[in-house]
């Protein structure tokens, strides 16, 4: 009994000691590699979480299909691969193992379909492209080939962080994939495309439903686009109600859909403000509004006339000050054929996925020989932030409040 005690007691000593050891060297060790310094907020996460998976994943939309004949292998499968993790994951996006393979690029906006997405890192030397996610600190692979991009993929704005954030990668990106126009890949979060057929649109809320004007849910009180001196001059002429952190009334971002229906029942108007004013940057605050019955008044930097439904949305920057705004808005909340104007663009265009956007348009890319071969930049933050700093606006609101 003794004897069988201490043979079970030992090992289990050590495996304590061991324990320990490891506790105090291991452990730390572990986490100061991998803790990341620029780890988001579970709310920023949540933000990028929804705007991607609003949309039905394994839906596929009524567009016409520009598949090309390619697909007898004579230009090669493309090999597409995951290098970082997406907050810890090793699938992007919440991506089901489903989509590892071809399924993504049968999509009918991929032209073509001869491409594989992985996240074995085994298949390193079949890779054309590695991705990285913007504030991952990779561990770099060992070899580097020469027919290889590294791809990397940036969602926010360049507001809203230090330069520095970007001098892990230095000297090693060759593609950039992003929601500027002038990257190798665009990937706004609104990807919008003409429906082959039009379907017919229905409000479904009467405009006589709709008591208030206009809901803002916002979390950032201060931001650097100065969006909520705007909001406090708006509100002298018509009722904004403050949703989250900067106001009385409250939504648990759990229940993100259910209040976004309370709101379309509610209110007239959604304002969809962006915390930076940066060169096309549009984010998943308008993307998500798109989906309801609620016409979003935008503030952003982005090209608003192009980049969203026609006439989907209220430009802000369309008004020469917010009474001229305010103005506008009253009128148009009494008139239910002008309001209801703007869902018309649900009847001939669809929004479709960005993850997917995203993987169609690098393999096509490919496949095209659209991106241009060339060595790593060793000004990526200069090309991400201007060099000084120009990316974004900031004095907009400054130059607007002259008009207040
Ligand atoms: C997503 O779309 C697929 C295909 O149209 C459908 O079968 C599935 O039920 C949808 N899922 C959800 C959650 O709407
Ligand atoms: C298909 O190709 C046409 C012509 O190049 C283009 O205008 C259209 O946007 C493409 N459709 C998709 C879904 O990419
Ligand atoms: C990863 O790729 C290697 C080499 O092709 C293969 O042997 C291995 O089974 C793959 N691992 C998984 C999990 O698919
Ligand atoms: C937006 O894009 C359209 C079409 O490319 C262009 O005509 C217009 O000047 C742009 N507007 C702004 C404010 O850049
Ligand atoms: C609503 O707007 C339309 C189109 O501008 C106009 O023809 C109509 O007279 C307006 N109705 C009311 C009640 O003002
Ligand atoms: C094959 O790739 C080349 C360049 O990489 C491209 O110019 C050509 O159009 C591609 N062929 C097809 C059928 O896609
Ligand atoms: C990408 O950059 C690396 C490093 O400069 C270079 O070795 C590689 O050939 C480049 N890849 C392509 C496809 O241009």
Redesign the pocket.
């Known amino acids: 009994m003794a004897i069988d005690r201490r043979t079970n007691y030992r090992p289990s000593i050590y495996v304590l000691l061991l324990m320990m050891v490891a506790a105090l060297i291991g452990i730390p060790g572990y986490y100061i590699r991998n803790v990341n310094i620029f780890s988001p907020s579970p709310q920023q996460i949540g933000d990028v979480l929804s705007a991607i998976n609003i949309y039905n994943l394994s839906k596929d939309i009524d567009i016409p299909s520009n598949k090309?004949?390619?697909d007898d292998g004579?230009?090669g499968t493309k090999v597409i691969m995951f290098w970082t993790t997406w907050y810890g994951s090793k699938m992007w996006f919440n991506l089901p193992k489903s989509a590892l393979g071809r399924s993504l690029f049968q999509r009918k906006y991929c032209k073509?379909t001869n491409c594989i997405l992985t996240n074995n890192h085994s298949r390193l030397k079949e890779a054309d492209v590695l991705l990285f996610y913007f504030t991952d600190r990779p561990n770099w692979p060992t070899i580097r080939y020469p027919q290889q991009y590294y791809g990397h993929f940036i969602h926010e704005a360049p507001g809203g962080r230090s330069r520095t954030f970007l001098d892990n990668y230095e000297g090693k990106i060759n593609l950039t994939i992003n929601f500027r126009h002038d990257a190798d890949v665009y990937v706004p979060y609104n990807t919008f495309f003409r429906r082959l057929t039009s379907i017919p649109y229905k409000p479904r809320v009467p405009l006589a439903m709709k008591t208030k004007m206009a809901v803002w849910p916002v979390s950032h009180c201060k931001t650097s686009s100065r969006r909520e001196d705007y909001v406090k001059e708006l509100s002298k002429y018509i009722d904004v109600d403050i949703v989250g952190a900067c106001g009385p009334y409250k939504c648990k971002r759990s229940k993100s859909h259910e209040c976004r229906i309370q709101w379309e029942k509610t209110y007239k108007f959604y304002l969809s403000f962006e915390n930076n004013i940066c060169d096309d940057y549009i984010t998943e605050k308008l993307l998500k509004t798109l989906e309801y019955e609620i016409i979003p008044i935008v503030l952003g930097g982005g090209n608003y006339t192009n980049d969203a439904p026609p006439h989907s949305l209220i430009n802000v920057l369309d008004f020469s000050s917010p009474k001229s705004l305010a103005d506008y808005l009253i009128e148009l909340g009494k008139n239910e054929t002008r309001y209801y104007d703007y869902f018309k663009w649900k009847s001939d265009y669809e929004m479709a996925n960005i993850d997917s956007v995203m993987m169609c348009r690098l393999c096509d890319g490919?496949?095209?020989?659209r991106f241009p071969h060339r060595p790593a930049s060793r000004h990526y933050a200069d090309y991400w932030f201007g060099l000084h700093g120009e990316r974004c606006d900031n004095g907009l609101m400054s130059r607007l409040k002259k008009r207040f």
Do not use: A, V
């Open positions: 090309t004949h390619d004579t230009n073509h490919l496949h095209e020989g």
